[in-house]
């Protein structure tokens, strides 16, 4: 091995400092990237990401609500009864068959062996006479 000059050496002791501060920058940069792109980095910033655009979208809705609250009522309404669709139709159909039936003839009262009362008064004769008398 030759014997290299103070320069020369000052050189390469320099050149190795930086190899190794390059090594630990290249480490440091590789974990960073690695836990940038893992699943678990992913799926916390999507949710985070929408915890802001719904909390964004949330007052949004207060502040169109607070504008025009007949509209927005009228909004809730309509899609409560989209989602409330096949209960409403069911029941609109329940009504309709109990309306059909109400205008049919309702069914005899169950008979009692006593007789009621208009049916135990004797008859008043008629003080009319009838149209066949003869008057003598």
């Given amino acids: 091995m030759s014997r290299d000059t103070p320069e020369i050496a000052a050189a390469r002791i320099e050149a190795e400092q930086a190899w190794a501060q390059l090594s630990d920058t290249a480490r440091e940069l590789q974990a960073e990237l690695e836990e940038m792109f893992s699943p678990q980095t992913w799926a916390r910033d999507i949710w985070e990401g929408a915890k802001s655009k719904g909390a964004d979208l949330a007052e949004e809705a207060v502040d169109v609500v607070r504008k025009r609250p007949g509209i927005a009522s009228g909004v809730v309404a309509a899609i409560a009864l989209f989602f409330a669709r096949e209960p409403l139709i069911d029941m609109a159909g329940k ?3 109990g309306v059909k039936r109400g ?14 009362a208009a049916k135990a008064r004797p008859r008043k004769p008629s003080t009319r006479p009838k149209a066949t008398e003869t008057i003598e």
């Fill in 95 to 97: 009504l309709a068959d």
């Fill in 103 to 116: 205008h049919k003839a309702r069914p005899a009262k169950a008979r009692t062996d006593k007789p009621s």
